[in-house]
């Protein structure tokens, strides 16, 4: 069974970070590979619709920024720990939400193409994880 266990998130002050992970593990045993697959970060403010954040190519590590996160926002991984991040910096209480990963079967360059993360692109999601800015 293929899972995505976000950890990382909690409180913090304004102008601080955090480093969010996203352990995947399932896929090999699903007759599938991590690396046919981008792991993408979305957020979801409360009342708000789900919106996506950024998206690693987990084979080669080529990276999708949506507007909003550009600058910010870094997203890596480490193959060999199966394990995607995202690292989160001088933050804002706007960026207060419950941060998801999930896994797609689609590439940067699609993104790039396609104008954007939908949800639908994503066969796989995590449990989210609270990240709250606040002082």
């Known amino acids: 069974q293929v899972q995505l266990v976000e950890s990382g998130g909690g409180l913090v002050q304004p102008g601080g970070s955090l480093r969010l992970s996203c352990e995947v593990s399932?896929?090999?045993?699903?007759?599938?590979?991590?690396?046919?697959?981008?792991i993408g970060w979305f957020l979801q403010a409360p009342g708000k619709e789900r919106e996506g954040v950024s998206c690693?190519?987990?084979?080669?590590?080529?990276?999708y920024y949506e507007d909003s996160a550009k600058g910010r926002f870094t997203i890596t991984r480490d193959r060999a720990n199966n394990t995607a991040y995202l690292h989160l910096a001088l933050l804002k209480p706007e960026d207060t939400a419950v941060y998801y990963c999930?896994?797609?079967?689609?590439?940067?360059?699609?993104?790039?193409?396609?104008?954007?993360?939908?949800?639908?692109?994503?066969?796989?999601w995590g449990q989210g994880s609270q990240v709250t800015v606040s002082s």
């Open positions: 999930a896994a797609g079967s689609i590439t940067t360059a699609t993104l790039e193409a396609a104008g954007g993360m939908r949800t639908r692109y994503y066969d796989y």
């Open positions: 399932g896929f090999e045993d699903s007759g599938l590979s991590l690396d046919w697959y981008c």
């Open positions: 690693i190519d987990f084979k080669d590590g080529s990276t």
